[in-house]
Structures are given as structure tokens and as C-alpha cells.
């Protein structure tokens, strides 16, 4: 897609974002709030549209790559990390993000999560925690809470929640943070810090998701009471793990959200790559074109 700079460009604005493509969301959806404000963030980060890769995975969510303009990658189920993490090693100066739904993140796709967060590849990973899923009308995922009866499993499902949070943390992530849909300032200030992080790694946010159509134990109304800014409470994401870790993990009483942890000491995966020490390119600018036909021929 070719886009026209007006010779004075002030930015982008949120309509450049929009799209003519119908909004399939059910009414309440959760979705409507992380889209805002993911084109919130990215206006007021000056970013356009055509200097933003925005890759989905497969889901609800993911029904989100043809209601943004901009260019836009959408994958197989629980494989949006090993794209997104491809198309930012290509081009380190492209902000890439990564959308997946809990049920790909936490079970078909949950290998590319472990060794996104543990290689630290320099891209932002937005997860649509809306505990279900919803594309497939309302099946338990990993996170969906024990006993819960779902679609899959009208008797309660038997297995207990995987605690995704303390997981993460197992992975010595550089940036953890927490949100909720209903919560669009919040929201646009977090996706914001996590895009910015990309220079110092995997940021990885989860969003807690109102689903009115499939989630009846962690509605809007729930995570509204439940949530509590934990930034505006005095926590500094710059503490020990440990001290995140136990924040994030305790969700009895309330649930914790902002930005949980945040790290920029360490190295990113593209600066542990010893080939790319000290080169000023980025890779796409040194793809040369090549005639592969007599290759071709080696193989027929
Ligand atoms: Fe949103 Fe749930 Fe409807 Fe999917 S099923 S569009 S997540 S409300
Ligand atoms: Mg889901």
C-alpha cells in the first residue's frame, strides 16, 4: 500500500488508522478497547501507518488485522511471535507487534512465548486475555479459571489455571506488564512504554479482556472492581524480579496492572548475534537480488 505524505505532516492521527472493513466484535467486546487504544498509542508515538508492522495471530483478536490500516502480517494459530520476531530481525528499525489470544499464547503457540520472552527478541507481544476461546465459540484455554463449565467442558474444567505470570517471570523477562480492556488511558500508556522497550527486548503485556459472550467469571464489571493501578500505588517496574514477580502472581484480593517490570540493561537477541556486531544496516537493506535459476534447475 503506497501512502501520501502531505508536505507539512504533523504526525499521524487516529483516522488514518481507520479502516472501511465492518467490526465483527460482539456488542461489549473487550477488543474494542485494546484497539483504541493500540491506535492511540501509536498516534501519539507519531508512528504512521506505514512504519508499523502489526502481526496477528489467529482469534478474535486477530480479526483485528483488516480493521487497522497499516501493514499488517496474519498467521497460522499460535505462530505470530516466530513472524513477528522474523520480520524485526529483517528490519531493526521497524517497531513490530505481536497480538495473540490467550489460547494459542498458553497451548498450541506457548513454545514460541517461552523462547520469545527467554531470547529477549526485540519486539512488543499484546496478549488478548479474555480467558476462552472466543473465535471457536467458548472453549476452556490454559487460563481459564478450574471448574469453570464451559462449551468444551459443560461439568467444570478439571485441570487447574496455568499461573501465566509466574511463568513469565520464570523466563527472566525485561518488560511485564498488566492491563485491563476497560481501561483505554491506562491502556495507551502501557502499550506506549512497551514499543518504546522494543530497543531493549520483549515486552510483554498481558490484557485482561472482557468476553460478555463466553466469560462469564472475569466480566467488565469483575476486573473493574478488581483491577487497581499499581503504578499510581507507588510500585517502581525498575525493582527486583522477585518483588514483580509476587505482585503479579497475587491476584486474590486485587489485581495489580501497569507496568509490573521493566529491565534495559540487558542485551536484546539482535545484539547477542555476533555476525551483526558494528554493522550500521539492518539485514533488509542488504538483500541483493540473485538469479536462482540454475539452483532451480539442480532440483527438478
Ligand atoms: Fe469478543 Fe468474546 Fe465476542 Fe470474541 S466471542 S468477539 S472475544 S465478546
Ligand atoms: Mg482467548
Known sequence: MIMLIPLEYNGPKMQDYRCSAQCTWCDGCGDYGIWTAVKRALVELRIAPNQVCLCFDVGCHGNGSDKLTGYRFHGLHGRVIPFAAGAKLGNMKLPVIAFGGDGASFSEGIGHLVHGIRSNYPITFILHNNANYGLTLGQASALTRQE???NSSPNGIPEHTLNSMDMVFALEPTFVARGFSGDIPQLTKIFKAAIEHQKHGFAFVDVLQACPT??????HEYLLGKCYDANADGHNPRCEPSKAR???INTSEKI????LYQCEDAPNFYERLKPRNGKKTTLVEEVKECDVEEFMKKLV
Open 256 to 259: 495489580a496492572t501497569g507496568i
Open 214 to 219: 463466553y466469560n462469564f467469571f472475569a466480566t
Open 148 to 150: 469453570q463449565k464451559m
Open 246 to 248: 509476587a505482585l503479579a
